[in-house]
């Protein structure tokens, strides 16, 4: 997709959806992390449903850990693969009190080193708590990017190389969240709703149906 073409479709984006940002519900850093941990291949509405409980009770590194982890299970057993999440944040609420006082690193190399925090969890953390231009390509994003011919790829990183590349800078802050909610809500998996698309015109999606 050529430039004028990619500023354009970034622009009624940002019309269409004049507020992008996450649907997870937090309201710290280390609430936002743990969401994100639990949102591995869950959705954010189940995700919500189980912090709703989770963080009045538990919500900062120590809460957790003296919790425990059959605690911690309960508490997130509706959400896909809870024994390895569960696992995965204790051993994390250990390292933030043992490397970080307690808070969440602000760089890629030390989020990534948490367990249970992969490349993906990290720019979600990177762009959302800490306002970098990173995009954290998920399924929506992977489906959106290569449907669409804004930047194709075989794997996600290949994926987000190419939008970091070719994402116009006055909207790089922006288009994780912009990529994500379209395709949660407009460019869907089974049969994306084009009638109701902004940047139907701009897709090369109809070329290949």
Do not use: W
Request: charged residues 20%.
């Amino acid at each position: 997709m050529n430039k004028q073409h990619c500023l354009a479709l970034f622009d009624r984006l940002a019309l269409a959806i004049p507020e992008p940002k996450t649907e997870l519900q937090y309201t710290s850093h280390f609430e936002l992390l743990i969401a994100v941990v639990l949102s591995a291949q869950a959705t954010d509405k189940s995700v919500n449903k189980a912090t709703a409980k989770l963080f009045p009770i538990a919500n900062t590194p120590e809460a957790i850990l003296a919790l425990g982890i059959d605690d911690l299970k309960d508490f997130i057993k509706t959400i896909g693969l809870f024994n390895s999440k569960a696992k995965h944040i204790i051993s994390l609420c250990q390292q933030l009190l043992s490397h970080h006082a307690g808070q969440v690193p602000t760089t890629r190399k030390e989020l990534e080193a948490l367990a249970g925090v992969g490349r993906k969890t990290a720019n979600v953390m990177l762009n959302t708590a800490f306002g970098e231009a990173t995009i954290a390509v998920d399924t929506h994003i992977f489906r959106v990017s290569n449907r669409t011919g804004l930047a194709k790829g075989k794997t996600v990183l290949e994926v987000e190389r190419g939008l970091m590349k070719c994402v116009p800078k006055q909207h790089q802050q922006d288009a994780h969240h912009l990529l994500i909610l379209h395709g949660r809500y407009t460019c869907i998996a089974r049969k994306p709703l084009c009638e109701h698309c902004v940047i139907a015109d701009l897709c090369e999606f109809k070329k290949t149906r």
